[in-house]
């Protein structure tokens, strides 16, 4: 574990922490005046590996070079110009830090961090960390790679849980989820959506499944799999008589067989790092999926259709009704979708262009 410390005078600025993988929605803007969550769980951070926040650069300022230098092959419209590593945590990790009055501003309904760093810290006043806590944004704070340094705090070193363990514990991330208004007055606060962090995992990986089709059609499993990706396959990629063919892989699933071409495989929660197949002879492309969401697919929970009456028998997993479903079919999230296709090197390819050229026109059609 560890904690982290003012650069200008030493301060202790977060409760004791253990690193997690970086969570594939922390970026995400979501709907419009809604409130999300906090993005982190309490006693944990995660490291964002990325050019992030202020000062931003437009694409047409940018040098061709410079973006491949910075993993990026396909125009966006503006690329960061910060330092790399920015460190997440929950807000309530946080310890002796103000707002800069200042710095508070806001897109809408609270603060964004688009004016660079709003929190300093208590001693020295130095600027250390952007609360976020903007409608349709995951509340977070950001501490500042270059206003910080991390101290390992001894004898509490953490081992990332094994891929037999994580399936034992079992924490899916389930699929749908009530997503709180800002300031209803009338009728309910919340209504029922599919999950934003889903719809971030699945554009993350719609990206890589098309990088991985060469051009063809891609089909995936029945199911919940082909509820959240067959749909935008089919109207991305042109059809043919050969379709590759995509698996769920991964600890608790039967052995990839040959004829498999690409891979739905989940990303370890603490490290990040892919799940790998014990054969090497596997040649199939590895899409990535973070833990819970994989595990909703491949281990789907059953909900009853009734409420069951009496003493709850074997097997059974609940007894009231299942969670209301959203009345609109899924959706990836389009801006996690072009933030992962312009980073893979097979959008150079004219096809994969020409998808990132019509993103607006797949939004309207509700592929995205």
């Not at 990026?72 to 110009?81: E, F, G, K, R, T």
């Not at 990332?160 to 800002?182: N, Q």
């Not at 919340?190 to 554009?203: L, R």
Request: aromatic share 8%.
């Amino acid at each position: 574990m560890f904690v982290f410390l003012c650069r200008g005078c030493g301060t202790e600025l977060t409760t004791p922490l253990s690193q997690v993988a970086m969570p594939a929605h922390a970026h995400q803007k979501y709907g419009n005046g809604l409130q999300l969550p906090v993005l982190m769980e309490s006693g944990t951070f995660a490291v964002d590996p990325e050019l992030w926040g202020p000062p931003w650069q437009r694409w047409e300022e940018i040098h061709r070079d410079e973006a491949v230098a910075c993993g990026i092959y396909a125009p966006v419209h503006a690329l960061s110009d910060g330092a790399p590593g920015s460190i997440v945590i929950a807000p309530g990790d946080a310890r002796a830090t103000a707002l800069i009055p200042e710095r508070a501003g806001g897109y809408c309904c609270g603060l964004d961090g688009a004016d660079g760093p709003n929190m300093a810290c208590e001693r020295c006043d130095l600027p250390v960390a952007s609360r976020i806590d903007d409608c349709s944004l995951w509340q977070a704070v950001w501490l500042a790679p270059d206003a910080v340094r991390r101290l390992t705090v001894s004898g509490t070193d953490a081992v990332p849980l094994t891929w037999a363990a994580l399936l034992e514990e079992g924490k899916a991330t389930p699929p749908f989820e009530p997503i709180a208004t800002w300031g209803a007055r009338l009728g309910p606060n919340h209504f029922w959506s599919w999950s934003p962090q889903w719809e971030a995992a699945v554009g993350r990986a719609l990206a890589h499944l098309l990088a991985a089709s060469r051009g063809q059609p891609v089909t995936v499993p029945d199911g919940l799999s082909k509820e959240v990706f067959q749909r935008a396959l089919d109207a991305l990629l042109p059809a043919g008589p050969r379709a590759r063919r995509a698996v769920l892989a991964g600890p608790g699933q039967p052995a990839v067989d040959g004829d498999a071409d690409i891979m739905l495989v989940p990303t370890h929660p603490q490290t990040g790092q892919m799940w790998t197949p014990a054969s090497p002879k596997t040649s199939a492309y590895r899409v990535p999926l973070p833990f819970g969401v994989w595990l909703g697919l491949a281990f789907p929970k059953p909900n009853l259709p009734l409420p069951a009456s009496g003493g709850m028998p074997n097997g059974v997993l609940r007894d009231d009704p299942p969670a209301p479903r959203p009345r609109y079919l899924f959706r990836a999230d389009p801006d996690a979708f072009q933030h992962t296709l312009v980073r893979l090197p097979a959008v150079r390819s004219t096809w994969l262009r020409g998808i990132l050229a019509n993103l607006t026109q797949h939004m309207r059609t509700g592929i995205f």
